[in-house]
C-alpha cells in the first residue's frame, strides 16, 4: 500500500472519530426548554360560578380587565389569572384552600397578610382589587377539580394587566405585568412566581 493511501485513509479515520465523539457529545446534553408560550384567554371565559366554588362567596369576577391562561409557574401545565374583588378573603382561605398573600406591602416591608388584609383604600375603586390565581394540575390544569394550588393576590393597585415575559435570574418565565393607579404620572410592576411565593417588583414610569 502506498503511502499516500494509508494518509488518505488516517485522515478519513480521523474525521469519522471526530465525528462520532461531537454526535456523542450532543447526544449527552439535554436539550434547552422552549420559551413559555403567550397567555390567552381561557375559553369559554370564567364566570363568577367558577370563582365561588374556588374561592367562594366573598369573591366576584371584577368586569373589565382580561382574564389570562399561561403557565406561570413553569411546570408546563396552564395556570388561569383573572382579577376579581374579595371582601373578606383571609376567612376563606382554609375552607376553599387558597394561599392569601400581599406581594405589594411584602415589598414595602409590610408581610402579615393579617394585618395587611384590613387595609382600607381611599379610593372606592381600589377597595377589594384582588388577583386570582390558579396552577393547573394533569389534563384539565386550572379547570382540575383539585388544582395544583391557589393564590389570592391582594391589594395590588392595577389598572391594566398583561401577561408577558420575564428574565428572571437567567431565566425567562412569564410575569404579570401592571399599570398602577396614582396620582400624576402612571407607574409599572410585575408580579411573578419566584419557585416559592409570588413576588412583586416595580418596573418604571409605564409598560409601553
Not at 7 to 12: D, K
Not at 16 to 38: F, G
Not at 162 to 179: D, H
Request: aromatic share 10%.
Amino acid at each position: 500500500m502506498s503511502f499516500s493511501r494509508v494518509a488518505f485513509l488516517s485522515v478519513v479515520a480521523g474525521c469519522l472519530a471526530v465525528s462520532a465523539a461531537s454526535t456523542a457529545s450532543a447526544q449527552s446534553k439535554k436539550p434547552v426548554p422552549p420559551p413559555p408560550a403567550h397567555a390567552k384567554s381561557p375559553s369559554p371565559a370564567v364566570t363568577d360560578e367558577f370563582v365561588h366554588k374556588q374561592f367562594g362567596e366573598n369573591c366576584s369576577l371584577m368586569a373589565g380587565p382580561p382574564q389570562f391562561v399561561a403557565d406561570l409557574d413553569g411546570d408546563g401545565v396552564d395556570d388561569l389569572v383573572i382579577a376579581a374583588r374579595c371582601k373578606n378573603p383571609i376567612a376563606d382561605q382554609d375552607e376553599y384552600s387558597f394561599r392569601v398573600s400581599d406581594p405589594y406591602n411584602t415589598f414595602l416591608g409590610f408581610g402579615d397578610v393579617k394585618v395587611t388584609s384590613t387595609f382600607a383604600s381611599d379610593e372606592p375603586e381600589r377597595r377589594g382589587l384582588s388577583l386570582l390565581i390558579v396552577h393547573g394540575s394533569g389534563a384539565d390544569a386550572w379547570r382540575a377539580e383539585t388544582p395544583k394550588a391557589k393564590f389570592l393576590l391582594i391589594n395590588l393597585p392595577f389598572k391594566t394587566l398583561a401577561v408577558k415575559k420575564l428574565v428572571v435570574k437567567k431565566r425567562t418565565i412569564l410575569g404579570i405585568y401592571m399599570e398602577e393607579r396614582g396620582e400624576g404620572e402612571d407607574t409599572s410592576s410585575v408580579v411573578y412566581w419566584d419557585l416559592k411565593k409570588y413576588r412583586y417588583e416595580q418596573l418604571g414610569s409605564s409598560l409601553q
